[in-house]
């Protein structure tokens, strides 16, 4: 079956250096999420999208932004990054209006960022 | 705010134990309780769902419940085996949006 794919995988930037991460959820899923895993922490919801449009915000900061593509495919948009963005990144995707599937949430590999 | 806890933060076990992982929450206005393993430095994967109108649910050698009213699940898993090592993780998505809040999670290990 297919699952969440994330790219890249891992991604080494500079402080102050910009960097995008893509997230293609499972075919017809109608919602995606973003979450922050920092090190030895748990997860920390960031954004969500349903149908293309925000539907909740979480934790996110000013300097990220993120959108949701007529594909279905999101992107993370992280400016002037900073060491204490180095976490991993993961996107989940959700079928939230379907007959049996009570949002159950697929989580991809996620995106290893170092921020150095 | 939700405030999800576990416990305990970690269990070391000998292979073929039967073991409950416990998971509290003090909000019982809840859509629906996932739990998760994930391997160092990998992933989440999806063990089980628990929607607010359910008790339980099992799959295989796992078993979750749920009481809401206590604000509490279990995670059951039986006849443990070395590859169920990892750290297993509680989220609850609430009825007033729909992204899981996580408790710190237990992580285990299973010893041959």
């Known amino acids: 079956a297919a699952g969440v794919i994330q790219s890249p995988r891992h991604l080494i930037k500079e402080k102050r250096e910009t960097a995008t991460l893509k997230c293609y959820p499972i075919p017809r899923h109608d919602t995606v999420y973003w979450y922050q895993q920092g090190p030895g922490q748990d997860p920390q919801f960031l954004i969500s999208f349903y149908e293309k449009m925000q539907s909740d915000k979480g934790s996110i900061p000013d300097r990220f932004s993120a959108q949701q593509f007529s594909d279905y495919h999101s992107e993370l948009n992280m400016s002037s990054l900073e060491l204490g963005d180095s976490a991993l990144y993961f996107c989940?995707?959700?079928?939230?209006?379907?007959?049996?599937?009570?949002?159950?949430?697929?989580f991809g590999p996620g995106t290893r960022l170092t921020v150095l | 705010k939700q405030e999800v806890t576990q416990i305990p933060a970690a269990l070391s076990v000998p292979e073929g134990e039967n073991l409950v992982l416990n998971c509290s929450f003090t909000?019982?206005?809840?859509?629906?309780l996932q739990w998760f393993r994930q391997d160092p430095g990998k992933g989440l994967t999806s063990l089980l769902l628990?929607?607010?109108?359910?008790r339980e649910q099992t799959s295989g050698r796992l078993n979750a419940s749920l009481d809401k009213s206590s604000g509490r699940s279990t995670l059951y898993i039986a006849a443990s085996q070395p590859g169920d090592s990892a750290t297993y993780l509680c989220?609850?998505?609430?009825?007033?949006?729909?992204?899981?809040?996580f408790g710190k999670g237990t992580s285990l290990l299973v010893t041959p």
């Open positions: 909000d019982s206005a809840i859509y629906n």
């Open positions: 989940a995707s959700s079928l939230v209006w379907g007959t049996s599937s009570y949002n159950e949430q697929f």
């Open positions: 989220a609850l998505s609430s009825n007033s949006g729909y992204a899981l809040n």
């Open positions: 628990i929607q607010s109108s359910q």
